[in-house]
């Protein structure tokens, strides 16, 4: 799976970096920045699923 960001429609709202610190960082002004876009098998699934689920844009989605 691919955790893929658009980030045209990032506001900047930082509610994706909580559920998945690991994948997801905000740059200097609050805007997403995916770490990890091919996801590794396991547990980080789950965390771009609840990211992906936060974003109240929908500047997150996943694609395999």
């Known amino acids: 799976m691919k955790l893929l960001l658009d980030s ?6 930082g509610l994706c970096q909580e559920p ?3 994948l997801i960082d905000l740059d200097e002004w609050g805007y997403a ?3 990890v876009r ?3 098998p ?3 699934e ?3 699923e609840a990211a992906v689920a936060a974003c109240p ?3 997150l989605r996943l694609a395999k």
């Open 8 to 13: 045209t429609r990032c506001q900047g709202y």
């Open 20 to 22: 998945a610190p690991e």
């Open 33 to 35: 920045q995916v770490l």
């Open 38 to 40: 091919d996801l590794p």
């Open 42 to 44: 396991g547990g980080a």
């Open 46 to 48: 789950a965390a771009a």
């Open 57 to 59: 844009n929908s500047a």
